[in-house]
């Protein structure tokens, strides 16, 4: 058995800035920063994300852990008014959707998600797409942890949890779009695997050392082999 993870931002959908939006929003509304508009928001958490956008702005960890839920509620309430009042700002990256079907009907894999969304943020994006939550047996979240590294152990453990089953890391394989989702699973032996729909090129990508990258994933049998071969 495969545990599939999938990474949301850039490698199954964009929202058109509607997350970025929403989490300056948010920072505003407790702190009143928006952060640095050039901070690079791929490969991150949210948790990640708002700390070190507010560390940069001279608040001290102490009062970040403080309000860091509140925050993150906020955030989430805005992304979901930013996802509501503009239906066409999320959409699905190509072949995503006949992967998912694809890997289902393989019957040795389970859909996951490795994503530094908090899991409500993630909800709210797969909706906005058209994408079932709940074909996602076993994730690992933002809200589960702050660094992306320790992600992995999270679906390892839910995987024992969920379906009883103790997957070692080769079994585990994560999709993204990013070098932090390439290198986040290195430690448990985790198959990492690249896709250059987001802001980094299949070269760039290839650059780490993925088990493979691609340019897409439109090209469904060819991902599907580098998944799970």
């Not at 495969?2 to 964009?14: E, P, S, Y």
């Not at 239906?87 to 992967?99: F, H, I, K, M, W």
């Not at 899991?119 to 079932?132: I, P």
């Amino acid at each position: 058995m495969k545990l599939v993870l999938f990474d949301i931002d850039g490698t199954m959908l964009w929202t058109d800035g509607a997350g970025r939006r929403a989490m300056e929003g948010a920072l505003y509304a407790l702190f009143g920063t928006t952060g640095d508009p050039a901070y690079r928001y791929d490969g991150k958490t949210d948790r990640q994300i708002a700390r070190e956008e507010l560390r940069a702005s001279g608040v001290d960890d102490a009062t970040i852990d403080a309000r860091m839920h509140e925050l993150l509620d906020a955030y989430v309430e805005r992304l979901s008014d930013a996802l509501s009042r503009d239906p066409t700002a999320a959409r699905l990256c190509g072949g995503v959707v006949p992967l998912l079907d694809a890997l289902e009907a393989h019957g040795g894999a389970t859909l996951g998600l490795l994503t530094g969304n908090v899991e409500e943020g993630a909800r709210q994006k797969l909706r906005a797409v058209g994408v079932d939550f709940a074909r996602f047996r076993v994730s690992a979240f933002g809200s589960d942890h702050e660094e992306r590294p320790e992600l992995p152990a999270v679906a390892q453990r839910r995987a024992r949890e969920i379906l009883g089953l103790e997957l070692t890391g080769h079994e585990l394989v994560i999709i993204g779009d990013t070098p932090a989702d390439i290198h986040c699973g290195r430690s448990l032996g985790v198959r990492a695997i690249g896709v250059a729909t987001g802001r980094y090129s299949v070269e760039d990508l290839l650059a780490h050392a993925p088990h493979a990258a691609f340019a897409t994933l439109d090209d469904t049998d060819a991902v599907l082999t580098a998944l799970l071969d």
